[in-house]
Each structure stands twice: as structure tokens, then as C-alpha cells.
């Protein structure tokens, strides 16, 4: 009985990140699973297991969830925080649930086909169901798949898993893993994924620091940079002056983007900030509901358009900053637990490209997103976290086996 779970268990997982994007049109689906690999998991972990966790960084991540969960109980407010403390559950279990799990191809090709079956969807959608102007007349969520901004995430993961998995020898795969680089950075200038596309400029850059010939390789992207930021500065193309600023879309249209354009957001950084600066000795925080009922408030002050303040208060935008957040939410204690993991991962894997792109990833995204305030941002933090707190050969493997080294 127990080979038989044990050999279910792993294709469980990857279904489970399969079918993450379609959240919104097979909701259970992925609360089954995860309850499934929940039973069947004590099953067929053993004490080996357990030792592939690195031990340092589990230990940190551990101790933040556990003070978020102290902290909501001893200020009472355990009932409000739970929605954002249940999503951080999710990652914390995912990386256990993992460890039984001894092949790290499985998730990879799961990241890969996922994004894949996402893109399809939208491009089905958009080409053959609408037409590329419906993004200025519709609601993006109707016709993507997910938030363009999550989409822009799994992409990137996609393309930091295929580049990962390319040999630096012939092999048959490179031929799939390069098409699946290039079909996603195409899909992310198609759906205008911005945050996503400047991620992906930033682990260009990063990649300049690892192999040899450093030197020159990070002159010569200097140049590259330097050379394409004039020619879109002084571009008089319309359509790269819209695709950059988003003046394309029309501002009443706007109130419909389930995706915030940059204005927007500026609005709730401001209101974070002015919060922020105006704690004092905010060690524990006022809580996550605490937190959105503060910038419910902040809006209804600084918005003068009565459209606009009724938008902001009727979608109840969080921080759309993931450290703001935790700061605001959950005072000095709670931010500095959190980039302390971050900078603990760093220094335990900066020597190698692929888990420092990771982190590159994460902490960019989370500049521009409350990811914990979506179970979808909980998942694909999961997925970063079971690379780098799973401690056996698999970065190593990928090390010598990719174009990295």
C-alpha cells in the first residue's frame, strides 16, 4: 500500500501546480489535492526526508510563521488575520508536503506545462474568441487566464526553469526548453506584463555576474541597456509610448482592469508610506485587517473623484507591496523575520545563478504585489520556497548540468 501512495503521491503534486492557473474555473480542485497530499503524506515520509530540509532558513521561516500567529493571538485579532495567515500556511505546508517527493523534474515540468496550457488559453481567447483590441474594452481577467500580473509570474518562473534545464552539451530537450524561453517572453510583450518584463531584465543583468568573462559580458549589457533606453526615450512611435505608459487605454476604462495601472498604484503606495512614517515604534504591527481598514480610510481622504474613491473602497486595495505590508501588518518584528530569510537564502546560495534568480524574483515581485493576499501568489511562493529550503542535490545537479556554470 504504502509504494503504491508513494508512487501517486508525486504525480498529486503535480497536478496540483498544473492546474494552479485555472484556479478561478476549477476552484476545489486544488483544495483537494493539497487536502489529499495532506492524508496520504504521513504515510510515506520517512527520517531521510526529513533531513533534506535545510535546516537554517526552514528553522527562520518557521519561527515568522509562528510570531505572525503569536502576535494575531496576543493582540485578539486572530479571527481577521486568518485569510493572509492561512496563505502563508499553504507555503510553509508545501514545502513539507514536498520532501517526500524525490524528483525535482516533476515540479519543473509542471511550472513549465502550466504556463504553457496558460498561455494557450489566453492567446485562444484573445485571437480566436475577441481581438488584440479587446485589452482596451474588456476586463484582462475575461480574456487571460489569471491576473496578467501572476501571468507574468509564472512565465518568469517558466523561463528561469527552462533556462535552468538547458545542458551545455547537445541534447534533444534544448531544442524544447529554448522554444518555451522565447514562446514566454513573447506572450509577456503580447499581454503587456511590465513587472514581468523588468524582472526579466534584472536577472539579465544578474546572469552578467555568474561564469566566465564577466567583465566584458557586463560591459557589453551596459551598452545594450544604454543604447535601447534612448531609442525608447526618444521614441516618437505611439505605439512604444503607449505600451510603456499605458495612455492607450482610456481612463474610465480603467475602473474595469482587474490589473491596477500605475497610477493607481501610486495612490495606495502613498497612503502606505504616509502610514508608515506616521508609526512610531510600530513593533507589532495593527494587524493585516488592521492595515486595509487604515488605507480604506486614506483613500476616502486624499481621493477628491468620487469614481475613483468608490473604486478604491469597493476593491479594498490592500498595500500592493509585500513588505509594506508585512511592516504595516505586522510591525518591525514581522518585516525584518521576513527579509531575513530572504538575505538567509542569499548568502546560502549566492554563489549560484538559478536560486539567487529566484530570490531576485520573489523580492521584485513582491515590491509590486501583496502576493499572500492571493492563494495564487501563496502557491508560486511555495514553488520558490521547495527549491531553496529542500536540501539535497538538485541545485548542484542543475549547476553542472545547465549553461550557467
Known sequence: MRILLASIYPFAFLLLYLIIPFDE???ALPNILLGLLVVVFPFIVNKDDLKKLVKKPALLFLAFFVFLVGNSLLNGRIEEDFYILKKILIAVGLVLLYIPVQ?????????IFSALAAMLFSLVNVFLLNDISSFETKNPIDILLVDRLYLGLLSVLSILVSYKSIRPKF?????????NIILNIVFLFIIGSKVALVILVALLLLRQFYGPRRKLRMLIMAGVLALTSVVLISSESNFVKNYLNGSGVKAEQRY?????????????WKCAYEMGVAKENNFFGIGFNGTKKELIA????????TKTKNFFRSNKFNTHNQFMDFY???GYVGVVLFIGILLTLFFQYRKQFFPVAL????VMFGMAESFFHRQIGAYYFG??????????TFLQRSSENSVET
Open 171 to 179: 541534447h534533444s530537450n534544448n531544442q524544447f526548453y529554448l522554444g
Open 328 to 330: 504595516l501588518s505586522t
Open 298 to 305: 486614506c483613500y476616502d481622504q486624499r481621493i477628491v473623484d
Open 103 to 111: 524528483d525535482f523534474k516533476k515540479i519543473d515540468k509542471a511550472i
Open 256 to 268: 474595469k482592469e482587474a490589473s491596477l495601472h500605475m497610477d493607481f498604484r501610486e495612490i495606495i
Open 359 to 362: 530570490l531576485v524574483t520573489i
Open 383 to 392: 514553488f520558490i520556497l521547495i527549491v531553496l529550503l529542500s536540501n539535497n
Open 25 to 27: 474555473y476549477i476552484r
